[in-house]
């Protein structure tokens, strides 16, 4: 009888804990103007020029993977992320990307190595936070005219165009001294 009293006693606890709901957490998805900055298919390219050092190089997206990651333990959210690789020519070498929508809002994103910016620097793959700090209705770059143009920063400067990319981007070293200023020649985004 005490054993039949004892579960009787301990049942109610168990079937709470048992039916206890998960917590729910936010899901960050990227709006189609923030996909317009950075979602270009395989087979895209852009062709940079350095005004310092005259060095020319090409940007080939080679691979993309996107979904939704787990970043409730770190923000208490889940957020879309594209996760790109890109090739090289200057370097010869493959870089991978990740950006990932971390507010509900389009000024705001992480990026792991800088988008285009990384594969063209001198430095290998970094992990930074790059933040918007500025937008262009006009932005001129050797003489062309980009409209709708938003700024990211960190140790670089980076301009983006929607549809476009990257057109510009000014890489300084860790006094902040200017290092290279690679401009977008031309470019193909492989529709």
Same mark, same amino acid.
């Given at each position: 009888?005490?054993? @039949? @009293? @004892?579960?009787?006693?301990?049942l109610? *606890?168990?079937?709470w804990?048992g039916?206890?709901e998960?917590p729910?957490?936010?899901?960050? *998805?990227m709006d189609?103007e ?10 895209s390219y852009?062709i940079y ?8 190089d090409s ?5 993309i993977q996107c ?6 333990e ?7 992320f594209y996760?790109?690789e890109?090739?090289?020519?200057a370097?010869?070498?493959?870089f ?10 389009t000024?705001?994103?992480?990026m792991?190595?800088?988008?285009y910016?990384?594969?063209i620097?001198?430095e290998n793959?970094?992990s930074?936070?790059?933040v918007y ?9 050797d ?5 709708s143009?938003k ?7 980076s301009?983006?165009c929607?549809?476009i990319?990257?057109i510009k981007?000014?890489?300084?070293n ?7 200023v690679?401009? @977008?020649?031309?470019?193909f985004?492989n529709?």
């Amino acid at each position: 009888m005490k054993k @039949l @009293l @004892l579960i009787a006693a301990f049942l109610p *606890l168990l079937l709470w804990y048992g039916c206890k709901e998960e917590p729910t957490y936010p899901t960050y *998805l990227m709006d189609a103007e923030f996909k317009s900055y950075i979602d270009f298919p395989v087979g895209s390219y852009w062709i940079y020029s350095d005004s310092i050092s005259g060095q020319t190089d090409s940007i080939y997206v080679e691979d993309i993977q996107c979904g939704i990651g787990n970043n409730t333990e770190d923000f208490g959210r889940y957020n879309e992320f594209y996760r790109t690789e890109y090739w090289s020519s200057a370097m010869n070498k493959t870089f991978r990307s990740m950006t990932s929508y971390i507010e509900a809002r389009t000024d705001s994103f992480f990026m792991y190595s800088i988008i285009y910016g990384a594969q063209i620097t001198s430095e290998n793959e970094i992990s930074v936070q790059s933040v918007y700090s500025g937008y262009y209705e006009n932005f001129v770059v050797d003489g062309q005219n980009y409209e709708s143009v938003k700024e990211f920063t960190f140790y670089t400067s980076s301009y983006w165009c929607p549809y476009i990319g990257m057109i510009k981007t000014i890489e300084r070293n860790n006094s902040g001294d200017t290092i290279a200023v690679w401009n @977008l020649q031309r470019y193909f985004i492989n529709n």
